[in-house]
């Protein structure tokens, strides 16, 4: 079973730039790799996602070595509002397999 | 701003009870999981529906059902309700198996915070 391990907390300071690395040893050939965000009592919200490589969005990146078994989530320039739970997520065809998430704690 | 909503937010019920909680994803959306997330943890799937039928399934006993009707909406079902189904319980949809090749992902709703007591 697909199992993404992650740092439990990160602490960082408004307008640096925070990455949070993922391993995710078993991952599987078709599996895609994504982010998700949650706010206490809020659904998680999609980040980004990605297979190999690297992907950017407007809001993040997402580098993934070509042996897939990592992958690091960077935030440019967090702000106190990035505050939240980020969790790394293998999109498994019918389902998403969370992790346990990273709680990062943006300061002023 | 979701475009996926989830009722009721909160619920109290006592152990052996059962439990409907309602979704409505957005329009267009022809899948839908259901999410379990006890406190502090990830959320765990329990199952999808893709065009009003289970195609997916998680580890979780039958008491735990479903449905998707045309109209876009859902529901789950726990029936005989046990301390450890307290949990927040989250719909999540998508259009076509979660937009993966697009890098869409799925949208959740707020969820449906359960209490068993």
């Known amino acids: 079973l697909a199992k993404t391990t992650q740092p439990i907390s990160m602490d960082s300071y408004e307008g640096q730039e925070v990455n949070i690395t993922c391993s995710h040893n078993?991952?599987?050939?078709?599996?895609?790799i994504t982010w998700y965000q949650q706010f206490p009592s809020q659904g998680p919200r999609f980040i980004i996602q990605?297979?190999?490589t690297k992907v950017t969005n407007e809001v993040a990146s997402l580098f993934i070595p070509a042996d897939r078994k990592s992958s690091t989530l960077s935030l440019p320039r967090v702000s106190l509002s990035d505050t939240a739970v980020y969790y790394c997520v293998m999109d498994s065809s019918y389902k998403l397999i969370f992790g346990s998430g990273t709680r990062l704690l943006v300061r002023p | 701003e979701t475009g996926v909503t989830q009722s009721p937010t909160h619920l109290i019920k006592t152990r052996g009870q059962q439990v409907t909680l309602r979704c409505s994803s957005q329009?267009?959306?022809?899948?839908v999981s259901w999410y379990q997330q006890a406190l502090g943890q990830g959320p765990q799937f329990i199952f999808q529906?893709?065009?009003?039928?289970?195609?997916g399934r998680g580890n979780f006993p039958p008491r735990f059902s479903g449905l998707q009707f045309p109209n876009y909406s859902s529901e789950l079902n726990v029936n005989a309700l046990e301390l450890d189904d307290s949990a927040l319980y989250l719909c999540a949809s998508s259009g076509t198996n979660g937009d993966r090749d697009m890098g869409y992902g799925y949208t959740f709703g707020s969820g449906t915070r359960l209490t068993v007591v």
């Open positions: 329009s267009g959306h022809n899948t």
């Open positions: 529906y893709y065009r009003e039928e289970e195609n």
């Open positions: 078993n991952i599987a050939t078709n599996d895609y």
């Open positions: 990605g297979y190999k």
